[in-house]
């Protein structure tokens, strides 16, 4: 168990619909990262939260939103789906803003039919 | 472009063997190069590079950078069954976003 926990761990959903995937950072780590990972792209960095606040976008769609609460967990929403939406969502976890996403959750398995 | 790129793709070896992994790097503002083992799920941490010329190493695993040529090493010795992975190799363009961008991998299959 690494610390940082995602929840659900699988989903499928049809096409048009939205999902909201959940993210526990391990204790005490303030930046949640979020990544996509699916098998052409290999690993995406999507966002980045430190502290409740927006602190970088990467590659993410702007079907795709995110929010840090105060309590540290964050959720990743993803709005009318497509079948191209179908990867493994991580999120990851660090102490600090500028450490990279250190500790990795076991991700959320998304398959939109 | 920012870009990481792993060489090679898949690699099958036999027990024993020792192997060497590739990273070759250009990102904007480089921090650090990261290596991430990737069995099931999640990738778990290896190593964090960011000093060039200075080996690390963690058992039968060890990891170089060099920055002047812009490319990392992960070599692992005698290498055993559970080695089997896909590695992962990022770099960190650092500043307060710290963020990472990846290779797509180099699958290792390590036979009994």
């Known amino acids: 168990d690494s610390g940082v926990t995602q929840t659900p761990k699988h989903l499928i959903t049809a096409t048009g619909q939205r999902v909201t995937l959940r993210c526990s950072p391990r204790s005490g780590d303030l930046s949640v990262y979020w990544y996509q990972q699916s098998l052409d792209q290999g690993l995406q960095f999507l966002i980045q939260?430190?502290?409740?606040?927006?602190?970088a976008k990467g590659n993410i769609l702007e079907r795709f939103s995110a929010q840090q609460f105060p309590d540290l967990h964050s959720e990743l929403n993803l709005s009318s789906l497509e079948l191209g939406d179908s990867a493994l969502y991580f999120c990851a976890s660090s102490a600090a803003a500028g450490q990279g996403a250190g500790t990795f959750g076991s991700g959320t398995r998304l398959t939109v039919v | 472009e920012d870009k990481v790129v792993q060489s090679p793709l898949s690699l099958v070896v036999h027990e024993g063997d020792t192997v060497t992994l590739n990273c070759s790097y250009e990102v904007t503002n480089f921090r650090s190069l990261l290596w991430y083992k990737q069995e099931k799920k999640a990738p778990t941490f290896l190593f964090m590079l960011?000093?060039?010329?200075i080996e690390k190493k963690s058992g039968r695993l060890s990891s170089i950078l060099d920055k002047k040529e812009l490319f990392s090493i992960l070599n692992i010795t005698a290498t055993q069954t559970g080695d089997s992975a896909i590695y992962l190799c990022a770099g960190n363009y650092g500043g307060s976003q710290g963020n990472l961008i990846f290779g797509k991998g180099t699958k290792l299959s390590v036979k009994p």
């Open positions: 939260y430190y502290n409740g606040e927006e602190r």
């Open positions: 960011t000093s060039s010329g």
